[in-house]
């Protein structure tokens, strides 16, 4: 897979820059901090909305990152937790983050396609290269001009995407006529193994994987058990695919009352939890690979058909996108 990532990361990007030419060029990071950033840090408490309920797995990492932004800053910067989707939808906090309404959110680069379209490339990119090759500061330089807001780490770095269905799969031909519920950071994916993909909420899957309304799901590979999926499926389909974007941002209005060490603080908070989550989701995916087998979900793997079908995918999308 790791060719893949690559070859989409290249796709992504180069996308990226044509938007950006048309657009008249990248927007430079700006910041109010004093000269020098020598300014005393004064106590700030931000609040924290995430794009999923609290105790989520897409959340681990959260009271990491908010010990880290606490120890760092000297005890400076206090993050609280504001909320989850009941207190702003999942598909509205770009808004909020953009309006300021938000101080810090924790969601996913997939959320925000609609301010920053080219970001539906971020599930085919690697973090740790990003870091070392411009990517990020690109990428943070499209969240300033776009969403007001600042790009502080991938926090779910090494986690992945699989398919999980009720009936046995033994080839592609296989999903044709199938409902997957699905999200639209793979939802073409799935449609473009012949499947039909509808939107079903997380916790509407259940029930309708009990009725057969639908007959598998896609979700990251660490986390069905957080709704009692593997209750009602019985195959989880390998290999992985993409990389679960799961990120954390603050809005420019919070970021500019803060100081240069307190910024600091923050970005190297988002940068330590990013390295740390690569280790964290290598073992913690084994651990739940080997949990569900336990309880009676098969793993079935397609290699090369698999890799295909996600080529043909890439294929037509660098053609839309160019």
Same mark, same amino acid.
């Given at each position: 897979?790791?060719?893949?990532?690559?070859?989409?990361?290249?796709?992504?990007?180069?996308?990226?820059?044509?938007?950006?030419?048309?657009?008249?060029?990248?927007?430079?990071?700006?910041?109010n901090?004093?000269?020098?950033?020598? +300014?005393?840090?004064? +106590?700030?408490?931000?609040?924290?909305?995430?794009?999923?309920?609290? /105790?989520?797995s897409?959340?681990?990492?959260?009271?990491?990152?908010?010990?880290?932004?606490?120890?760092?800053?000297?005890?400076?910067?206090?993050?609280? $937790?504001?909320?989850?989707?009941?207190?702003?939808?999942?598909?509205?906090?770009?808004?909020?983050?953009?309006?300021?309404?938000?101080?810090?959110?924790?969601?996913?680069?997939?959320?925000?396609?609609?301010?920053?379209?080219?970001m539906?490339?971020?599930?085919?990119?690697?973090?740790?290269?990003?870091?070392?090759?411009?990517? =990020?500061?690109?990428?943070?330089?499209?969240?300033?001009?776009?969403?007001?807001?600042?790009?502080?780490g991938?926090?779910?770095?090494?986690?992945?995407?699989?398919?999980?269905t009720?009936?046995?799969?033994h080839?592609?031909?296989?999903?044709?006529?199938?409902?997957?519920?699905?999200?639209?950071?793979?939802?073409?994916?799935? +449609?473009?193994?012949?499947?039909?993909?509808?939107?079903?909420?997380?916790?509407? !899957?259940?029930? !309708?994987?009990?009725?057969?309304?639908?007959?598998g799901?896609?979700?990251?590979?660490?986390?069905?058990?957080?709704?009692?999926?593997?209750?009602?499926?019985?195959?989880?389909?390998?290999?992985?695919?993409?990389?679960?974007?799961?990120?954390? =941002?603050?809005?420019?209005?919070? $970021?500019?009352?803060?100081?240069?060490?307190?910024? /600091?603080?923050?970005?190297?908070?988002?940068? +330590?939890?990013e390295?740390?989550?690569?280790?964290?989701?290598?073992d !913690?995916?084994?651990?739940?690979?080997?949990?569900?087998?336990?309880?009676?979900?098969?793993?079935?793997?397609?290699?090369?058909?698999?890799?295909?079908?996600?080529?043909? $995918?890439?294929?037509?999308?660098?053609?839309?996108?160019?």
């Amino acid at each position: 897979m790791g060719k893949l990532k690559q070859l989409g990361a290249m796709i992504g990007f180069t996308a990226c820059v044509v938007c950006l030419t048309a657009c008249g060029g990248k927007q430079a990071q700006t910041s109010n901090a004093g000269a020098g950033g020598t +300014e005393e840090s004064k +106590e700030v408490t931000l609040k924290l909305f995430a794009a999923w309920p609290e /105790n989520n797995s897409n959340l681990i990492d959260m009271d990491k990152f908010i010990q880290k932004v606490d120890e760092k800053s000297n005890h400076t910067v206090q993050i609280v $937790w504001g909320g989850g989707p009941e207190a702003i939808p999942s598909n509205q906090l770009a808004e909020a983050i953009k309006n300021g309404v938000v101080d810090v959110a924790w969601t996913a680069h997939t959320y925000n396609v609609s301010h920053i379209p080219v970001m539906e490339g971020m599930k085919l990119t690697d973090a740790d290269k990003m870091r070392s090759n411009g990517g =990020f500061e690109f990428v943070d330089d499209l969240y300033v001009k776009n969403l007001n807001a600042h790009y502080l780490g991938n926090v779910t770095n090494g986690l992945t995407y699989n398919l999980y269905t009720k009936k046995e799969i033994h080839s592609l031909e296989d999903f044709k006529g199938l409902t997957i519920r699905a999200t639209p950071a793979y939802q073409a994916f799935v +449609e473009s193994l012949g499947a039909g993909a509808v939107n079903t909420s997380a916790g509407e !899957a259940y029930q !309708a994987l009990e009725r057969n309304v639908i007959q598998g799901y896609g979700w990251p590979s660490l986390g069905i058990k957080d709704y009692g999926w593997q209750e009602v499926s019985e195959y989880i389909i390998e290999p992985a695919f993409y990389t679960v974007d799961v990120a954390v =941002f603050i809005s420019d209005k919070a $970021w500019s009352g803060l100081s240069e060490e307190q910024k /600091n603080a923050l970005r190297e908070a988002g940068k +330590e939890v990013e390295e740390e989550a690569q280790t964290y989701y290598k073992d !913690a995916i084994q651990k739940d690979r080997e949990e569900l087998i336990a309880e009676g979900m098969k793993v079935i793997t397609l290699l090369m058909m698999w890799r295909r079908s996600i080529w043909n $995918w890439l294929t037509r999308r660098r053609g839309r996108m160019c």
